[in-house]
């Protein structure tokens, strides 16, 4: 800050020098004073001790302006949590009992339990007319069924456990065998029709007739010369076969780890193109 003083003299001239705050007085008798800055708010009157002439003296400050205050550093923002991952609905579609285990018709049931057997899950609840179990696929939740109300029927096992836990189609998908694929060849498609499949009926038909839900078709082949469809799915596999649909198997399983975790479109890729994507 600087002092600005103006003196008045009624015997003899004065000068006031102001530097740094503080104020020196000097008069024509050369006796000197110093005036200390904390006087600077008010005026006062003062008698020297050289010619005992009253001298008063106004002083006033001017202040410059000063530098900017250091702004203020505002605490870090904590990071918003992620949104809890949506779950997902996997379901296998097949016929209960031993009877049609092992079958064709039942690929979609052993899919599950392969999920299940990689995951540590356990299936041996029953809920909603499915055996069911909860778990996980990394962090992202995961409900496995397998509909025990027999193929043509999976919709009332389906759709309610759906309309129970809200989940959105688009997280629901359907493993089930297909006739149109040669045999042990997988298929993601993101939506489409029953192609004829009765349990894809069923369900289509208790999601009051939407289609718009992921499937993975497992193929199974076409009967050999005249067989009838219906007895060739409830076939059960040779050696050869066995082996081939295990190896399918695995890569079903590594598509819905790649679905849950990365997206629909990498896992299509992974499942649809000839060359396995490189994840």
């Known amino acids: 800050m600087k002092l600005a003083c103006v003196i008045s003299s009624t015997a003899s001239s004065a000068t006031v020098l102001c530097r740094r705050g503080r104020c020196l007085f000097s008069s024509s008798s050369s006796v000197a004073k110093t005036l200390n800055s904390s006087s600077y ?23 410059s302006t000063s530098p900017p205050d250091t702004p203020a550093i505002s605490a870090p923002q904590p990071e918003k949590p992620k949104p809890k991952p949506q779950p997902w609905l996997i379901v296998g579609l097949g ?75 688009k997280q629901v998908l359907v493993v089930f065998d297909d006739l149109d694929l040669p045999f042990a060849k997988l298929r993601l498609l993101p939506k489409g029709g029953h192609g004829g499949h009765n349990g894809m009926r069923s369900i289509m038909n208790h999601l009051k007739g939407n289609r718009d839900f992921p499937r993975l078709r497992i193929g199974i082949g076409r009967p050999p010369g005249k067989m009838d469809p219906a007895s060739f799915v409830l076939r059960t596999f040779n050696r050869q076969e066995r082996e081939e649909l295990d190896f399918t198997l695995q890569n079903g399983l590594e598509a819905m780890r790649i679905l849950v975790l ?14 396995p994507l490189t994840v």
């Open 41 to 63: 708010r008010r005026g006062w009157m003062s008698n020297t001790a050289a010619t005992g002439s009253l001298h008063q003296i106004s002083c006033s400050m001017i202040t």
């Open 95 to 169: 016929n209960p009992g031993k009877r049609y285990a092992g079958t064709r018709h039942n690929v979609g049931f052993e899919m599950i339990d392969t999920i299940a057997d990689a995951e540590g899950i356990s299936m041996g609840s029953v809920s909603f007319k499915a055996q069911f179990g909860k778990g996980f696929i990394g962090d992202v939740p995961i409900m496995l069924a397998k509909p025990q109300t027999f193929m043509n029927a999976s919709g009332e096992s389906v759709g309610a456990i759906v309309s129970y836990y809200k989940i959105p189609l």
């Open 262 to 275: 990365e997206g629909f479109d990498k896992s299509a890729t992974f499942v649809n193109s000839s060359k």
